[in-house]
């Protein structure tokens, strides 16, 4: 099994690189092969809207930067980790604009999916999503938005996606956080 770890941890961020340690050290421990891309260290450009993934190379970015190799690695995957701090109740810019790219991994036609318009997939299967957003202290309302975008989200990702908002307090403290995010995997499930 693979999984790759989406670090979106903003410039001089040190408490991110232990976060993503120990996301590792659990994601080996349950028998994964891990790889880790921290974002900020990779020339991605931004979206450009330009629907060139849809309609000029089918499948792939019209821009040639890591953001094209970033939706092929994504797709290989079984698991993908969106690790983050949370940003006014969202994902860092680093990993928005990661996410952004990948908007090849979809197609352009639509369809229903429980009553609402969605595009319809590529490829026959996709990788579980397990979103982790990195807060300071508890925040009811940040928390409640970040986990609202995260359901909102799965519904794109025609495959299982959950996880949650963890604590950036001690080492044995995080890694209870992020064992009981992962165990909880099957939590939002794509409903066709």
């Not at 670090?7 to 880790?36: F, H, P």
């Not at 604009?97 to 026959?124: C, M, N, Q, T, W």
């Not at 938005?145 to 299982?160: A, C, E, G, M, T």
Request: aromatic share 8%; hydrophobic share 35%.
């Amino acid at each position: 099994m693979k999984a790759l770890i989406l670090n979106g941890a903003l410039e001089d961020d040190q408490s991110m690189e232990r976060i993503n340690k120990l996301t590792e050290e659990t994601l080996i421990e349950q028998g994964y092969e891990v790889e880790s891309i921290v974002l900020n260290e990779k020339k991605i450009g931004e979206c450009l809207g330009c629907f060139g993934c849809w309609v000029k190379t089918p499948g792939i970015c019209v821009i040639d930067d890591y953001g094209r190799m970033l939706t092929e690695t994504i797709i290989n995957m079984d698991l993908v980790v969106y690790l983050t701090p949370v940003v006014y109740g969202g994902y860092s810019s680093e990993l928005k604009k990661a996410l952004d790219r990948i908007i090849p991994l979809l197609l352009p036609f639509f369809k229903k999916v429980s009553g609402e318009v969605h595009h319809k997939e590529r490829y026959k299967t996709y990788p579980e999503v397990v979103a982790l957003g990195l807060i300071s202290e508890e925040d009811n309302e940040m928390e409640e938005v970040f986990n609202n975008l995260i359901k909102r989200n799965s519904l794109n990702w025609y495959n299982s996606f959950s996880g949650g908002t963890i604590y950036n307090k001690s080492e044995e403290q995080i890694k209870h956080q992020i064992r009981e995010k992962l165990s909880d995997r099957k939590g939002i499930e794509y409903v066709k």
